[in-house]
């Protein structure tokens, strides 16, 4: 899978790669972040959604709790999961993980953890500190890389 790496100096430019890949998502797509507390991810799934909604004022609370949120939007529904607190991969079933792969586009915080079930064709977004910024790796699907 070709990697594609972009740098993310400051939320605009988070905000910026968001909408770009909002552009290019489609049903049944998996986008998988992964990277430490605070390096984005809960911002850059903010912009994927506000841009995929064409509402820049778009309230998208963190799922941390709810571990999952849907989202209704003109690129299709969204279905952002947080899988921080999971106990175990197979409780995403609970949280309508068929139902987000049947005809959703499902966007991951904490991709990680769900080990086996995270489906081979996803686009992996790595988020990581750089700087005084951020970096973001992208692996997957070549028609992420002219972002």
């Given at each position: ?51 995929a909604s064409d509402d820049p004022n778009l309230i998208v609370p963190s799922p941390t709790f709810t571990l999952v949120e ?59 500190i750089e700087g005084d910024g951020r970096r973001a790796d992208l692996q997957g699907d070549a028609r992420f890389g002219d972002?």
């Amino acid at each position: 899978m070709p990697t594609f790496s972009f740098s993310l100096p400051d939320e605009a430019a988070t905000e910026r790669l968001g909408a770009a890949l909002a552009r290019r998502l489609r049903p049944r797509d998996v986008i998988a972040l992964q990277g430490g507390l605070g390096v984005g991810k809960t911002t850059l799934a903010r912009a994927i959604l506000r841009a995929a909604s064409d509402d820049p004022n778009l309230i998208v609370p963190s799922p941390t709790f709810t571990l999952v949120e849907v989202y209704d939007t003109q690129r299709g529904t969204f279905w952002h999961f947080d899988l921080y607190r999971l106990e175990g991969p197979e409780q995403v079933f609970e949280l309508g993980w068929e139902e987000a792969r049947a005809d959703g586009i499902a966007l991951i915080e904490w991709a990680e953890r769900l080990g086996r079930l995270l489906p081979d064709e996803r686009l992996m977004v790595t988020l990581a500190i750089e700087g005084d910024g951020r970096r973001a790796d992208l692996q997957g699907d070549a028609r992420f890389g002219d972002l």
